[in-house]
């Protein structure tokens, strides 16, 4: 339940980050989307929501069972998610099934399981902690060789951001592989995926 | 007997000159304006009384040395632009209505300053709202100390050194209940209450000058010197916070000029210790985030088209 929650939140949260992340730095002269004031204060207020959200994600992995989903098996840790791939690109498309198929013990597919490692133990604590320093730029190393640090973080700042939404079309494209469409939108309000024996 | 006289004045000339050339402002103690005026005391000897006699300098006349001898005017003695009758004290009280050289004085139609363009400075500053309202009362010493002056904009490497220099000009008056009614005759508004409006004030103020959303854009002469009424300042987020940003023909042209690397605005604008969001669009990047966002685009739509295809006849 929790986590229903929380990826709520989340979900809420990034969209608004992303499309005020966009009207800052897209540079268009018109004030796309929206007046720049009001973008600089919507982004710092959906960035703290964010990470304190995220704080609450970090808690939730090591107090209950959800952690266990983001422990990478070390035997053919290469060789799973190309499987994984393989079926995404050819497999399905040939009549296979899945490999890694839902169910309680397996939340994940080996290649889900990397991409949400990376992105919320890599990215999303990366564009925190650089989100904050932005918001603090009195904290910034000064120069770094000859460049501004605070240019430096904000470049890596935006690059973060960019990869994040990057997975996030890909992280919605992929929930659109199921039984139909739209099953597994019915699951996130859920929480529960109705398990398909025998078929894709 | 002409050209004998000629020489003679010539050689008076000289000694005076020289005579005068002697002082410096290196050893303030001995010079005979600034042992008064570099001190908050001075000492004299009054005739009348016959007794030495110590008085308070009027602070306001007293002179920062140090700011004298590092200003750009350093190479001149007192007397070269005050009146020479200050030699002796006590000074005679009408030669202090006497009118001041003036920046176009001295500089105005001189070739050898051709590059610091005065003469369309001064077309500029008369557009302005101080001279539109104050007239030949308001003259350039009001914001540029001819004492201390010093080219920041053009020698300074570091934006917030400029930045301070060029706000202090304005701070001088529109920060100080005196020198605001003097000049204005009315009560200084106060500056936090006015930009209200303005998110991060304290890092606006730090990192970009008054004039910069003050003033039209003059991106020809080195600093515009056409202030607006305060009806016509900048309030558009977007002016500065875009890619096309009103700063780099302004505030960030002095790092064009300076900058060693010439690789182009990116490269000036990496160089300088500011951040402004929404200018510093990085092009390799910007390119890579576009490939990588249309590829993903086509690489779902092949999918989906695969998904559409394969689909077997029971399914939706």
Redesign the interface.
Known sequence: MWLRIWHGINALGIIVLIITGLS????????FIM???KA??AHNISGIIVTLNYFLFLIGNLVTSNGKFYIVKPSAFIKRPIKQAKY??WG??HGESAPYPLSEKRKFNPLQKYFYILVMYLAVPGAIITGFALLF?ELII??VY???G??VT??FH??IG?VIS?FL??HL?VAT?G??PLENFKSILSGWHHIHHGKK | MMRNRLILIVFVCCLGWLGARAQSYENAQEHQCLKCHSNQTYTFHNDLMERQESRLMNPYFVLDTIALKAGVHHVFDCIDCHSYEYTTYPHSANIKLEPLATCLDCHGGDESFAKYQFERIDEEYQKSVHYQTYGDAFTCSKCHSQHTYTATARTSSNVQEIVEYSNNMCLSCHNSMQEYKLVSGKDNPELVEVHNWLPNQKLHFENVRCIECHTQVEDSLMVSHNILPKEQALRKCVECHSSNSRLIASLYKYENLQSRKGNGILGTMVSNDSYVIGTHQVPLLKTLSYIIFIGLIVVIIIHTIFRILNRKPDDK
Request: glycine share 6%; net charge negative; hydrophobic share 45%.
């Open positions: 800052m730095q897209s540079g268009i002269d018109s004030g007046s720049f004031d600089v204060d995404y690109s399905m498309f730029p000064e120069k000859n460049l501004s605070i240019f904000a470049v935006s690059i960019f990057i079309i890909i494209y592989i039984k139909s």
